[in-house]
Nanobody, 126 residues
Framework: QVQLVESGGGLVQAGGSLRLSCAASGRTFSGSAMGWFRQGPGKEREFVAAITWTNGRQYTYYADSVKGRFTLSRDNAKNTVYLQMNRLKPEDTALYYC?????????????????WGQGTQVTVSS
């Protein structure tokens, strides 16, 4: 059974940092796309960042709203991806979900992913 377990969320003041982790079990995601999405109160789930493999090379891409502040990385030995979030803003407050794809291409839509974690709450106070 494939499981994705997020951790690292919490309450932080604006301008602060958090590091989210997503540990996968039941399947290796080293050659597959992994992504982060978030869902704020009363909002739809939105893309945050993804890491993909194309032609043997790894690529990361980000939503415009987090570009330059968030960094996605992965540790294949631990089957874990991380989301380093710096210069957090109140509008970053949301439930953050980790997602894994069967394919290596990934995408910026929830439908592009096959596995989901339960989410970890991030709250940024002003």
């Amino acid at each position: 059974q494939v499981q994705l377990v997020e951790s690292g969320g919490g309450l932080v003041q604006a301008g602060g940092s958090l590091r989210l982790s997503c540990a996968a079990s039941g399947r290796t995601f080293s050659g597959s796309a992994m992504g982060w999405f978030r869902q704020g109160p009363g909002k739809e789930r939105e893309f945050v960042a993804a890491i993909t493999w194309t032609n043997g090379r790894q690529y990361t891409y980000y939503a415009d709203s987090v570009k330059g502040r968030f960094t996605l990385s992965r540790d294949n030995a631990k089957n874990t991806v991380y989301l380093q979030m710096n210069r957090l803003k109140p509008e970053d407050t949301a439930l953050y979900y980790c997602a894994g794809a069967l394919l290596n291409t990934g995408g910026s839509y929830p439908k592009d992913y096959d596995y989901w974690g339960q989410g970890t709450q991030v709250t940024v106070s002003s």
